[in-house]
């Protein structure tokens, strides 16, 4: 797996991912296999109950949800917020942002070209060796408005990643799945306004909100979860 954690030196140029940008699921390791079919079934309302709204508002966005083969097993690449950013400063999250012009038709594939692109500008990623291979369904974030289109990646060639702009992110690192379904690492966060919703404590880093209800829903639905004490509980902070 590439190396993270590291600093980058210079800025990604913003720009379209260049080239055709197409799903497929030709050569994909064995072990995603349950991962393609949970994202070929799965339905709106089993991944969460807070959907795009109707009459189409809310801002496009992606994500990446990037698998690559580490030392211990499948990983999954994580970014961390920068703690200045005016929304979800210094929370963990997949790599993603908005939508671009120059992404394409948002109902087409402006989605993938998105997730790579944003990825490429947070992480310092290579698109090229990235495999995109599913979509999960869009879903909302009521607290910031934003649609978000879920893409699924293998990282079929490794590329080294880091922070490439401090200011937006602190931290890129990778967590093995492994830690993902250890029941010690799963809890129940809880948040001030009394919504409680699934988190991991992983990579000395606490996951939770949309990106935690999102892996918790894969690996349900891929068969990779482990019971694990669901009153467990982890209080956030009321800044979350």
């Known amino acids: ?41 799965v339905e709106p309302l089993q991944l969460s109950r807070f959907l ?73 990623l290579d698109p090229s060796g990235v495999q995109l291979f599913g979509v999960l369904p869009a879903l909302y974030i009521p607290v910031s408005g934003f649609v978000v289109t879920p893409v699924l990646g293998w990282w079929r060639e490794p590329s080294p990643v880091g922070v490439v702009d401090p200011n937006e992110t602190a931290r890129v690192f990778t967590v093995p799945v492994a830690d993902l379904t250890d029941p010690a690492n799963r809890a129940t966060a809880v948040h001030p306004s009394g919504h409680r919703g699934p988190a991991f404590l992983v990579e000395s880093a606490l996951v939770w909100g949309f990106t935690a209800g999102v892996i918790d829903r894969l690996l349900h639905y891929a068969g990779w979860e482990r019971p694990w004490d669901r009153e467990k509980q982890v209080p956030l902070d009321w800044r979350a």
């Open 1 to 41: 797996m590439a190396r993270t954690g590291e600093t980058r030196g210079g800025a990604v140029t913003r720009g379209a991912v260049r080239g055709q940008v197409t799903l497929s699921k030709e050569g994909l390791p064995e072990w995603l296999a349950p991962v393609v079919r949970a994202a070929e079934t």
């Open 52 to 124: 795009p709204p109707e009459n189409g508002s809310g801002r496009k966005s992606a994500v990446l949800i990037l698998f690559g083969e580490g030392e211990r097993g499948p990983e999954l690449l994580l970014i961390e917020r920068a703690g200045s950013l005016r929304s979800h400063a210094g929370q963990p999250s997949f790599p993603g942002g908005a939508l671009d012009p120059e992404d394409g038709d948002p109902h087409a594939d402006g989605p993938l070209r998105a997730a790579l692109r944003e990825a490429q500008e947070e992480t310092g």
